[in-house]
């Protein structure tokens, strides 16, 4: 890699809780030939931990990973990633979770592009890092405080410039849906690595660097700083709304709000989050600031689910941006000469849901209990709460004694609820603080999760009820997301047919990082019988690979995959690094990447076909909003083509030796031979 290093920082920390000592790795061990971020952590999880060990284990590693992009002040490439066994997913398996903020670029000024966090520290520890110095530090100061209290408390103990990542008391307290989270709100949250730095005795780690990190190539990074700006990149002063939300979920807010729009991490050119200012707190009568984007919206009303259009799934290359701009109300102009407009842009109402009224005071004090506790907002609005919602509907609470009416429409309740979760209140804050999916099972899921809601109704077929169950689970321990039901629900069958096919070969919601996106004129081929589409199996392992990517490279969600330059990922990389990439050849990177993947979960978690048809299969037998389901047959002929599609055996699932050997990994699969694990 040359004398200058280009991109990288050049070491990797293995970060010994148990011993207090740290060992460091030179990241050319990994580097170029996986990439960075999350291809460099499947590759060192795939090495080093071993089946048997679970989320709460002190052998489970949590490995967080910059790309070679980070700090290097190409836009989206402060996004980074951990890695390590899920508390949140049922069964505990492998997972990831992205953040943002200005954590990673600054470990990258310290010299370090990622870590590696084992063991389990014998006392309450946070992690200071100060460039080259490492140091185990007592956490009796910050522990039991909450995110943003300790934070502050970082800055007042190490200065003004450091950069932290913390849990809060849920992580603490070993909630399965705890989040890490940075000092903007930033969270590594779906898969519950709060939890999993709770079990390590881990605080927090706050860094400061001092040195640089260099782009190979500075006259590229302008380039692409324009290109992946335009149209978005704007000024975007403090505005004030009249009202919060759409559709039914709209609210008039009285005196109106304000709102700015602010970049999620370091060196980013765009504007995704909403500043939320002068905001009810759930702690006292100080008004606060929120960062927020996607789910939060619902938090403030939830009355009908999210509507669609195909342009959010479905683009041509006049009009084509990804749809959470929409949510950033950063949307290009729609050019009104193309042929498809009308149908691109054409809406499908959400599904009324009924779950509660707006209130845009009550919903601040849900989001600032998520951010203060550090839970996953999501399962809160999304799972938590529509739960109580329906159950109560249902009749469903009246034998559950919590202490409190409850009724997500009262505040005190809300706060009630989310507190005796996260400190394991009484007789049901363990139950809950285990997540949904457990709690279901620990209570009966049979009546508390199998049983019909009965107030869903289509909008596309006005006035029809739709079944939904009150658990709302799909699987591997989450929620409906762009699914056909549940939480954007309105998105038709080739389009959920594709979100479950990768959440099928998944272990979480992934849809944080794998909305479907594919080119209309596609879409008009394949959705007359998705099922047996080519087109489709090829859109979903596009969607997948980028996704690999966006959390390797890094990339974001909100930029990516960009169907009409997919040479984005390869061009960030090569002005990062100076290393020559074509998108083919980070595309097969891509590919190395998800084989390891799925090497990890066939070793150490059983994967195979049975197990992953078996786990989604189920949700599919609820309709969607036309009352549409998908058969047994059409559903696994759609998974022998996408097996077929990824060298993937049909009967077992698992990847062929030639498969694994075209991309380099035959030391995998002779180690999957010798348990038995390889197709014959
Ligand atoms: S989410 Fe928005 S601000 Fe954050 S990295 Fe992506 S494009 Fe940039």
């Known amino acids: ?74 836009p989206t490439g402060g996004r980074t990633v951990f890695t390590g066994i899920s508390p949140n997913s049922w069964p505990e398996q492998y997972c990831w979770s992205g953040i943002g903020g200005w954590f990673g670029a600054e470990l990258k000024f310290a010299g370090y592009d990622g870590l590696i ?21 007592p956490a009796e100061p910050l522990w039991g405080l909450m995110v943003h209290p300790a934070q502050k408390k970082l800055e007042e103990l190490h200065g003004k410039n450091v950069k932290s990542i913390v849990i809060g008391p849920a992580g603490e307290n070993l909630m399965r849906n705890a989040s890490i989270t940075t000092s903007n709100d930033n969270v590594a949250a779906k898969s519950g690595f709060g939890a999993v730095f709770g079990s390590k005795n881990l605080k927090a780690i706050t860094v400061r660097g001092t040195g640089a990190v260099y782009p190979a190539d500075i006259k590229k990074l302008y380039a692409l700083r324009k290109k992946m700006g335009e149209p978005y990149m704007r000024p975007s ?29 370091h060196g980013c050119n765009q504007h995704c989050c909403r500043l939320m200012m002068n905001m009810k707190s759930a702690f006292g009568d100080a008004r606060i600031n929120q960062v927020e984007k996607c789910v939060g919206i619902f938090a403030y009303g939830f009355q009908q689910d999210c509507s669609w259009t195909p342009i959010q799934s479905f683009e041509t290359e006049q009009n084509h941006f990804l749809p959470c701009k929409m949510l950033s109300q950063e949307m290009p102009p729609i050019d009104m000469s193309d042929p498809h407009v009308t149908a691109l842009f054409e809406k499908v109402p959400g599904d009324t849901v009924n779950y509660w009224k707006p209130d845009f005071d009550k919903g601040s004090v849900m989001m600032d209990m998520c951010n203060e506790y550090g839970i996953d907002k999501w399962d809160v609005i999304v799972w938590f709460m529509t739960w109580l919602s329906m159950a109560k509907k249902e009749g469903l609470l009246d034998d559950l004694d919590f202490g409190m009416e409850p009724d997500v ?25 285990e997540g949904m999916a457990r709690a279901i099972r620990t209570l009966g899921k049979e009546k508390y999760g199998d049983t019909i809601y009965r107030g869903r109704f289509s909008q596309v077929k006005p006035g029809v009820r739709l079944d939904l169950p009150v658990s709302l689970e799909t699987a591997w321990g989450h929620s409906y997301h762009w699914q056909g039901r549940g939480f954007e629900g309105s998105i038709p069958k080739p389009g959920w047919l594709a979100t479950s096919l990768e959440l099928m070969t998944s272990t979480r919601d992934c849809q944080t990082v794998e909305h479907h996106h594919q080119k209309y004129e596609e879409y008009l081929q394949f959705r007359g019988d998705p099922c047996h589409s080519l087109l489709l199996v090829d859109g979903v392992i596009m969607n997948q690979n980028k996704a690999e990517l966006k959390d390797s490279v890094t990339s974001c969600e909100w930029q990516s995959p960009d169907l009409f330059w997919p040479e984005m990922e390869a061009e960030a990389f090569t002005a ?39 786990a989604v299969f189920p949700s599919m037998q609820y309709p969607d909003p036309w009352g549409e389901t998908v058969s047994w047959e059409d559903w696994n002929d759609l998974v022998d083509l996408y097996y077929e599609r990824r060298g993937w055996d049909k009967k077992t699932g698992w990847p062929t030796r030639e498969t694994f050997e075209r991309y380099g990994l035959k030391d995998v699969a ?3 031979e010798t348990l038995g694990k390889l197709p014959s």
């Open 576 to 614: 990062a690094t100076g290393i020559p990439m074509t998108e083919r050849q980070l595309n097969a990177a891509a590919e190395r990447s998800r084989l390891l993947f799925r090497a990890i979960l066939m070793r150490n978690f059983g994967r195979d076909r049975d197990m992953e048809v078996g």
């Open 237 to 265: 002063p403090v505005v004030r709304e009249e009202t919060h939300g759409m559709d039914q979920n709209a609210i008039p807010v009285e005196g109106g709000w304000l709102r700015g729009q602010v970049a999620c991490s």
């Open 409 to 433: 429409e009262n505040e005190e309740f809300v706060k009630y609820f989310l507190d005796m979760i996260t400190y394991r209140k009484g007789k049901y804050g363990p139950v809950f603080a």
């Open 670 to 672: 002779d180690a999957l």
């Open 1 to 74: 890699m040359g004398d200058r290093l280009y991109g990288y920082a050049g070491k990797i920390a293995r970060i010994d809780l148990t011993n207090s000592a740290v060992e460091l790795i030179p990241t050319s061990k990994y580097v170029p030939e996986y990439i960075g971020g999350r291809s460099v952590c499947n590759r060192i999880f795939w090495e080093e931990v071993q089946p048997g060990v679970g989320a709460f284990d002190p052998e489970n590693k949590l490995i967080y990973m910059t790309g070679p992009t980070t700090a290097t002040g190409i």
């Open 117 to 137: 966090l084992e063991g389990k520290a014998p006392a309450h520890t946070y992690l200071y890092i100060e460039d080259g110095d490492i140091r185990f530090l």
